[in-house]
Nanobody, 126 residues
Framework: VQLQASGGGLVQAGGSLRLSCAAS????????MGWFRQAPGKEREFVAG????????LYADSLRGRFTISRDNAKKTMYLQMNSLKPEDTAVYSC????????????????????WGQGTLVTVSS
């Protein structure tokens, strides 16, 4: 599976951005997709995830209400709508695919994700 993330950029605090992650290749193996982010000097953290079939979602507690994850199966694309952005949201955002989860639960650790996009930088100015 190949992933292509896009949509990052520079935005003022309070603004919005929508990230996209287009999947190609063996997309039939996708069971869940997720967005992660990594700020300078910090560890990569889970942002949100979505089940490829059914569309169930999971958010990091601190981001619920401001970020919305969605997917378009026909376009094989996942989105992350980010509203009310804050300077602390500044990070490289990466999309990833989980092909092995066999339960209805989400796996939020990056070690469980098999394929990764290249990341897109989001910078929020104060």
């Amino acid at each position: 599976v190949q992933l292509q993330a896009s949509g990052g950029g520079l935005v003022q605090a309070g603004g919005s951005l929508r990230l996209s992650c287009a999947a190609s290749g063996r997309t039939s193996s996708i069971r869940a997709m997720g967005w992660f982010r990594q700020a300078p000097g910090k560890e990569r953290e889970f942002v949100a995830g979505i089940k490829w079939n059914g569309g169930r979602t999971l958010y990091a507690d601190s981001l619920r209400g401001r970020f919305t994850i969605s997917r378009d199966n026909a376009k094989k694309t996942m989105y992350l709508q980010m509203n009310s952005l804050k300077p602390e949201d500044t990070a490289v955002y990466s999309c990833a695919v989980d092909t092995r989860v066999i339960t209805s639960d989400f796996r939020t650790g990056p070690e469980f994700y098999d394929y990764w996009g290249q990341g897109t930088l989001v910078t929020v100015s104060s």
